[in-house]
């Protein structure tokens, strides 16, 4: 899809804010019919094309000479029932934007062809006599050629109501009858909008057919709201939506470890064990006391009571692994500097001795090293065997 302006509409902000507009609420479309065997004929006509110009380029060789060879002409995929809207701004010199406006039939086609567009949207804006005035115009499928959306005319501090104008018009084009647009405004986060059970985006319009249609509102912590709405295919409706908490009860909060600290984001700090008479469900929490694990977590369903159960820190895993896992590196360690010390003590005393009384001599040093070894050694297999062990037990 193209959008069309001359480069010297009334207000360039306005145009940027009707494109704006436009494309955003209309990323998608679902396909009649006709639409669907439109865009399959422009597909197979591109895929022709490409594959003419294949054949001609195999056919044409370097000796001029035509050699004879088919090829196979593509057949494109069956065009989607919902396809997705690709929207290009163009902005073209007031001559041409004339010839665009004054339905010239060669430059239109010109434009789709050049584009290869399924739909040009033209939006004319002009000033007479302290009035803007706004026209938009469709050619090619799935409009008529040359259908007209919108004519209107406002003041220019009301232009705002255009744009709106211009959305609700597009949209009777788009879903190929009258809709009605309607805006849901709530101050509730995380609200869930459905209406006659199909979900809806929060954002944005509504495009919902005229008629009476039930609204169902839902959000965590507050009572589901029912409501009947009226739509009407002539203006945008806003509808707000006050939902109402639930109705909770007083929450008892303790700790089976005994009094503690209890944090309730964001600014309410208090000990337990504590009875909360109106709790705002629903709330993020954090418990602290001394020689245990914090906690933290959230309550989103209301409960009667909520009873904390510490675990002790030295039961943490990764207390519980550290300290045999150190003591297991500490005599690892002792073990070989005790046996590099008694190989430096060998060492020393074979290359100072000149004879074997020498030798003699140093045995009992090299002894005493040799034993801190065998000491060590064992501590180090000990602990080694309570690492393991300990691996075992927090497995399990």
Not at 365 to 383: E, F, K, M, N, P
Request: with cysteine; hydrophobic share 45%.
């Amino acid at each position: 899809m193209a959008f069309v302006t001359d480069g010297q509409i009334v207000d360039v902000s306005f145009a940027d804010r009707l494109f704006e507009r436009l494309s955003a609420q209309f990323p998608q479309k679902k396909l009649s019919t006709d639409e669907s065997l439109a865009i399959e004929s422009r597909l197979l006509h591109k895929m022709q094309l490409e594959a003419e110009k294949t054949t001609h380029n195999i056919l044409l060789k370097s000796d001029g000479e035509l050699k004879s060879k088919s090829v196979d002409v593509p057949v494109p995929e069956k065009a989607p029932v919902l396809i997705d809207t690709f929207w290009i701004d163009l902005e073209y010199p007031k001559s041409l934007s004339s010839s665009i406006i004054s339905e010239d039939s060669v430059v239109l086609g010109h434009m789709l062809q050049l584009h290869d567009l399924d739909q040009l949207i033209v939006a004319n804006a002009t000033e007479f006599g302290g009035f803007t005035r706004l026209r938009i115009s469709t050619y090619g499928q799935p409009f008529a050629p040359g259908s007209e959306l919108l004519d209107r005319i406002a003041l220019p501090q009301e232009t705002e109501n255009l744009l709106d104008q211009a959305v609700l018009a597009l949209a009777k084009g788009f879903y190929g009858g009258p809709v009605g647009a309607v805006i849901f405004s709530s101050e509730v986060a995380g609200i869930s909008i459905q209406v006659d059970g199909g979900e809806i985006p929060q954002r944005g319009y509504a495009f919902i057919a005229p008629g009476t249609h039930l609204v169902e509102a839902t959000a965590l912590g507050y009572q589901k709201l029912k409501t009947w709405v009226e739509v009407l295919p002539t203006g945008i409706l806003t509808v707000d939506i006050p939902l109402e908490p639930l109705n909770q009860g007083p929450i008892l909060i303790s700790s089976l470890q005994g009094a503690c600290s209890f944090w309730i984001q964001p600014d309410l700090h208090v000990s337990l064990p504590f009875l909360w008479t109106q709790p705002d469900i629903p709330f993020i929490y954090r418990a602290d006391k001394d020689g245990f694990l914090p906690i933290s977590g959230q309550m989103y369903v209301r409960e009667s009571t909520l009873t904390l159960d510490f675990t002790a820190d030295w039961m943490d895993s990764k207390t519980m692994m550290g300290r045999p896992k150190d003591a297991f590196y500490t005599s690892f360690g002792r073990t070989l500097l005790a046996f590099g010390l008694m190989v430096c003590t060998d060492s020393i005393s074979r290359a100072i001795s000149v004879s074997a009384t020498d030798l003699v001599a140093w045995q009992p040093v090299v002894l005493a090293g040799a034993g801190i070894l065998g000491v060590s050694l064992i501590d180090t297999i000990s602990r080694l065997f309570a690492y393991y062990r300990k691996t075992q037990y927090i497995s399990q």
